[in-house]
């Protein structure tokens, strides 16, 4: 079956360094999503791995570990303004394919 | 994005009555979704459409239709809309250039059924 699963919740202090994960199970996985949704907005494109490893970009990295199921979004330097969900999703099927989310972290910033 | 515009924002709408959302892009993108957030359910795909006049159904599609008669509009119609419908709805297009995948999501839609 398909299924994917991220923490519900996290807290992390203004400064520091936060890493959400994400696991998933499917067949035909294309790629691998991440989101930042603010309350009340749509979500905006974070990342899209396709390869394992690491990508980075600015304040945030994404992970991902295909013949384990699991991805990570590294965020760096946290910012009052980073307070938000974040969802992951996994890509499937044809080219085009579709995408099935997780339920979103909601993380909270600190002072 | 100023790519993707839903209408309405917001609406509140009563209970057996017909209620008919509106996603419209200005990217020529092929693919189009409709999909509905919940607490605790996070996103899931309502209707899809890969061209016009050509939809398939997704995950929650029961009591809910989509029509898409030109490339740039998918409509989303709630048949007789009941309290369980209410949610935030959230149109989303895609496009496949070489190994890069992207996929945008309009600014929402927030039902309300009384």
């Known amino acids: 079956g398909q299924n994917i699963d991220q923490p519900t919740e996290m807290t992390a202090t203004e400064g520091a360094i936060v890493q959400i994960n994400c696991t998933y199970q499917t067949s035909g996985f294309n790629g691998l999503f991440w989101y930042q949704q603010h309350a009340g907005e749509a979500p905006t494109f974070l990342s899209y791995n396709v390869l394992d490893g690491l990508e980075e970009k600015g304040r945030f990295s994404s992970f991902l570990s295909r013949s384990k199921g699991y991805s990570y979004l590294l965020l760096k330097e946290l910012q009052m303004k980073d307070s938000a969900s974040y969802l992951c999703a996994f890509h499937y099927g044809g080219s085009q394919g579709n995408l099935i989310f997780g339920k979103g972290t909601k993380l909270s910033v600190k002072p | 994005d100023a790519g993707i515009t839903q209408s309405p924002r917001h609406k509140v709408t009563e209970t057996g009555t017909p209620v008919t959302l509106r996603c419209h892009q200005t990217?020529?993108?092929?693919?189009m979704y409709w999909y509905r957030q919940d607490p605790g359910h996070g996103l899931r795909l309502i209707h899809y459409s890969y061209g016009v006049k050509d939809t398939d159904k997704g995950e929650v599609s029961d009591g809910y239709s989509v029509s898409r008669s030109k490339t740039e509009d998918f409509l989303l119609t709630l048949e007789s809309a009941t309290s369980s419908q209410t949610s935030v709805y959230f149109c989303?297009?895609?496009?496949?250039?070489?190994?890069?995948?992207?996929?945008?999501f309009g600014s929402g839609t927030r039902l309300t059924v009384v």
């Open positions: 990217e020529n993108h092929r693919y």
């Open positions: 989303a297009t895609s496009t496949v250039q070489g190994r890069s995948y992207g996929y945008t």
